[in-house]
């Protein structure tokens, strides 16, 4: 059984930083591609960042909102991914979820991912 437990969120000013963090069990990590997504109240749940396998190097892919603040990366010897969120905005307001999926290329599109965490708040305030 694959889990994937998420950490880190919390409450900031706009401006600040946080890290965010996702632990995996039950599965090989080094083959999952792993990708972060936000959920803000009333919306629909869109894709953040992502980072490929071990096999495609450290291949990323971000949302164009947020390009140049936030960086995914991940730790495969402790099955742990990140995202460090800089620069932050009321707008990156949500509840942020891992996710992951075996092999491919880095996809932006929630479908492809077959494996969810819980989910961690993340709020902004102006």
């Known amino acids: 059984q694959v889990v994937l437990v998420e950490s880190g969120g919390g409450s900031v000013q706009t401006g600040g930083s946080l890290r965010l963090s996702c632990v995996a069990s039950?599965?090989?990590?080094?083959?999952?591609?792993m990708g972060w997504f936000r959920q803000a109240p009333g919306k629909e749940r869109s894709f953040v960042g992502a980072i490929s396998w071990i096999t495609k190097g450290r291949t990323t892919l971000y949302a164009d909102s947020v390009k140049g603040r936030f960086t995914v990366s991940r730790d495969n010897a402790l099955n742990t991914l990140y995202l460090q969120m800089n620069s932050l905005k009321p707008e990156d307001t949500g509840v942020y979820y891992c996710?992951?999926?075996?092999?491919?290329?880095?996809?932006?599109?929630?479908?492809?991912?077959?494996?969810w965490g819980q989910g961690t708040q993340v709020t902004v305030s102006s």
């Open positions: 996710a992951g999926y075996l092999r491919g290329e880095v996809d932006s599109r929630r479908a492809v991912y077959r494996y």
């Open positions: 039950g599965v090989t990590f080094n083959n999952l591609v």
